[in-house]
């Protein structure tokens, strides 16, 4: 079965200093990731997404992601936050199976201080 | 605007009144979801369809939930008998039909409140 876990429900920065956003996951066959990110009272807009292509993935906006199968992990970073970097990001995993199972993490909120 | 659309993006309701919310995904799309996501959480999948044919659905979608896609085009997703359970952001997303990976591009939503 697969399962999504994101290691922090609220992260906090200074504007400028690094991001990094915690997923693993489950899943039973070769999954596709991906990050989301919502801000208030928009919809969801899809950062970046892994398809067992090339482990390191550059999304919008500055963001990359690293695929570590030996660890599970799909971790979410940036270099340097912005203010308006500041939302909900969600970790979403989704196996290619006959059926259909996307899995969203329970998000994480990620604030930004100036 | 070619993105994914939903109406109404409010809905004010009294419990146990039925309610339908609508869906236009984008238009090339073969693949429509539905997803509820309640305050603090993430998107919970509710049902999904691959043109008109609903493939799968959660066992959070209970007897009160009914979608469709008549065309394979829009799609409805009616509550009956609203409780103030079924208070919730309603979203709604679609993606082509990939074997590769499975991208969907989401709606603004609906949010429903049952008073």
């Known amino acids: 079965a697969q399962s999504v876990t994101q290691l922090d429900s609220h992260v906090s920065v200074s504007e400028g200093t690094p991001v990094l956003l915690r997923c693993n996951y489950s899943?039973?066959?070769?999954?596709?990731l991906f990050w989301y990110v919502q801000h208030p009272n928009k919809g969801l807009q899809l950062l970046l997404k892994y398809t067992s292509a090339a482990t390191l993935v550059k999304g919008i906006n500055g963001f990359e992601a690293e695929f570590k199968k030996s660890e599970t992990s799909f971790h979410l970073t940036k270099p340097s936050a912005h203010m308006s970097d500041a939302a909900e990001y969600f970790c979403?995993?989704?196996?290619?199976?006959?059926?259909?199972?996307?899995?969203f993490g329970a998000g994480t909120r990620l604030f930004v201080k100036a | 605007d070619t993105g994914v659309s939903q109406d109404p993006r409010h809905k004010i309701t009294k419990r146990g009144q039925n309610v339908t919310f609508r869906c236009d995904p984008i238009s090339e799309h073969n693949r429509l979801y539905w997803y509820r996501q309640t305050l603090g959480q993430g998107p919970e999948f509710l049902t999904y369809?691959?043109?008109?044919?609903?493939?799968?659905k959660s066992r959070l979608l209970s007897d009160r939930f009914s979608a469709e896609r008549p065309k394979g085009s829009f799609s409805t997703l009616e509550i009956q008998r609203t409780e103030q359970g079924d208070s919730a952001m309603y979203l709604c997303a679609s993606s082509l039909d990939a074997l590769v990976y499975n991208e969907q591009f989401f709606g603004p939503g609906t949010r429903l409140t049952v008073l």
């Open positions: 979403v995993v989704s196996e290619p199976t006959g059926g259909f199972k996307t899995i």
């Open positions: 369809f691959q043109n008109e044919a609903q493939l799968e």
């Open positions: 899943s039973s066959y070769s999954p596709s």
